[in-house]
């Protein structure tokens, strides 16, 4: 437990004062709501057992702690994954000037966590770490097991592939209609029509693991088809999604990613404690 100049209650209010940014440093990393505040519970959990009175820099050491944290689960989940993603290897280009990066930083939004989930876990930190907090490439080196010029390069490497990146169709209504066929198609058990509106390269990730691949993940939705039924559209989170009913309770919520009317990411989450955390909008 802290000791020193740090009692239970001040230990609370200070790990309180940094929440929402570990929150938000949490959910570029993930991707995920509620994986992001898994990350941050365990960031209090290595605090509470710290020698707190000995952190100089509450703030940064947090921020180091929620990085590592995140950086397992990446590579935890990618781990699972039944295939990998196609990867990518761009030809070498010169690094923006701090006034590009931020601009860039800016303008990502929608586009940057589609993006991100093609990145390797260390190139996804690096990027999240130093172009949108601004952390030292010395300190993210620490973190990736790498020294500061590779950290560096792990960063370029992402953002040039974020610059690269189209934006997602921002339209709701166009998103809502992909995601209004891909349910049609589950509850039919038709494997061409959810091929239709899958990305080849998509993924669908579930705390039972990762499935990669069309054929795979509509494989996966057809045998569902008696969960398609009761089914019904919803904002998960803000995002364009399905909460399966049952008895009255939201059972399972399923959040996508659509870009070119195409779905390249499926989150699906049914842990009732997750489902707690989860904000959810029938629509």
Request: glycine share 6%; aromatic share 4%.
């Amino acid at each position: 437990m802290p000791t020193g100049d740090y009692d239970d209650e001040f230990l609370a209010e200070s790990f309180e004062a940094h929440r929402g940014h570990l929150r938000a440093v949490a959910h570029r990393m993930l991707g995920s709501t509620a994986e992001a505040e898994d990350a941050v519970q365990e960031a209090w959990v290595r605090l509470s057992r710290s020698d707190a009175w000995r952190i100089d820099n509450l703030g940064g050491w947090l921020t180091t702690v929620v990085g590592r944290v995140c950086l397992d689960m990446l590579r935890s989940r990618r781990s699972r994954a039944e295939e990998p993603l196609e990867s990518w290897n761009p030809a070498p280009a010169a690094d923006p000037d701090p006034a590009q990066d931020a601009l860039l930083a800016d303008s990502v939004g929608t586009a940057l966590l589609v993006v991100l989930d093609t990145l390797t876990p260390a190139e996804r930190l690096a990027f999240v770490l130093h172009d949108l907090f601004a952390v030292p490439f010395e300190e993210i080196a620490g973190i990736v097991g790498k020294t500061p010029a590779a950290a560096r390069q792990l960063a370029s490497r992402a953002r040039r592939r974020v610059r690269g990146a189209e934006e997602p169709h921002a339209d709701r209504a166009r998103q809502r209609a992909v995601v209004d066929a891909f349910l049609a198609a589950a509850r039919e058990g038709d494997l061409d029509g959810l091929l239709d509106v899958l990305d080849p390269d998509v993924v669908a990730r579930s705390e039972a693991g990762v499935t990669a691949g069309a054929a795979a993940v509509a494989v996966g939705a057809s045998s569902f088809a008696h969960l398609a039924l009761v089914a019904r559209p919803a904002l998960v989170d803000g995002a364009t999604g399905v909460v399966v009913i049952v008895d009255g309770r939201v059972e399972r919520a399923l959040t996508f990613t659509v870009v070119h009317d195409r779905i390249v990411v499926i989150d699906v989450v049914a842990d009732p404690a997750r489902l707690a955390r989860t904000e959810v909008e029938l629509v």
